[in-house]
């Protein structure tokens, strides 16, 4: 255990479907990030987030959309996903002057799309 | 953007082998970091390294920080079954807003696919 929990750890869905990832982290922590791994790939930053204030999306389709409500929650949500969708979704946090502690990941949803 | 390269992208070794990896950036860094990612779970952080020439140990695994800044290696020494999974560099820089806040984000390496047989 982490400090970083992310829930569900495996996630089946349709390309119709519509789903939520949820990632939590009680660490003190004031920046939250969305990482997607596929197979044979380098983790791809997807959002982030400091102190709930969206900073960062890195050309994200639009059939991703991040919601911070606050700085321990952050939640993925899915809707009419592709199949090249399917890969592992690593949530992290950090404090926002990392350069004492780096990231701390979740273990990640792994997530097919069928 | 920041580029890092690691290599090599993939290692098989016997038990009982030493392994090296290494990363280099085109860009200068502040702080490097290692990481070991195990089968399906997320990356968990094994050294970090916050000055240049910097030489950390944990346990059989030794990293340093390099003079220019722009690269770092990972030792594992006499490997086990269990050194198994994916290494990850990861540099951090620094930027500074009107505030004077740091906000470092982390540029991450391919990885390094480690098997060890038995």
């Known amino acids: 255990e982490t400090g970083v929990t992310q829930t569900p750890r495996h996630l089946v869905m349709g390309m119709t479907n519509k789903k939520s990832l949820k990632c939590e982290q009680h660490?003190?922590?004031?920046?939250m990030y969305w990482y997607k791994q596929s197979a044979k790939k380098p983790l791809e930053l997807m959002f982030v987030y400091n102190f709930k204030e969206q900073t960062e999306n890195n050309s994200v389709p639009s059939r991703f959309s991040p919601e911070c409500p606050n700085s321990s929650h952050l939640f993925l949500h899915l809707h009419t996903l592709q199949p090249e969708d399917s890969a592992l979704y690593l949530c992290?946090?950090?404090?926002?002057?990392?350069?004492?502690?780096?990231?701390?990941f979740g273990s990640g949803t792994r997530l097919t799309v069928v | 953007g920041q580029q890092l390269n690691q290599s090599p992208q993939s290692m098989f070794i016997q038990e009982g082998e030493d392994v090296s990896m290494n990363c280099t950036s085109s860009s200068i860094f502040n702080t490097w970091l290692w990481y070991k990612q195990d089968p399906g779970e997320g990356p968990v952080l094994l050294i970090a390294?916050?000055?240049?020439?910097e030489l950390t140990s944990n346990g059989r695994l030794t990293a340093q920080f390099g003079i220019t800044r722009k690269d770092s290696f990972l030792n594992i020494s006499a490997s086990i079954p269990s050194d198994v999974g994916i290494y990850f560099c990861?540099?951090?820089?620094?930027?500074?807003?009107?505030?004077?806040?740091?906000?470092?984000?982390?540029?991450f390496g391919q990885g390094t696919i480690l098997t060890v047989h038995p």
């Open positions: 992290a946090s950090s404090l926002i002057r990392t350069d004492l502690y780096g990231y701390t």
């Open positions: 390294l916050y000055k240049a020439g």
């Open positions: 990861a540099g951090q820089g620094e930027r500074r807003n009107a505030g004077g806040t740091s906000y470092g984000k982390l540029t």
């Open positions: 660490l003190g922590h004031n920046a």
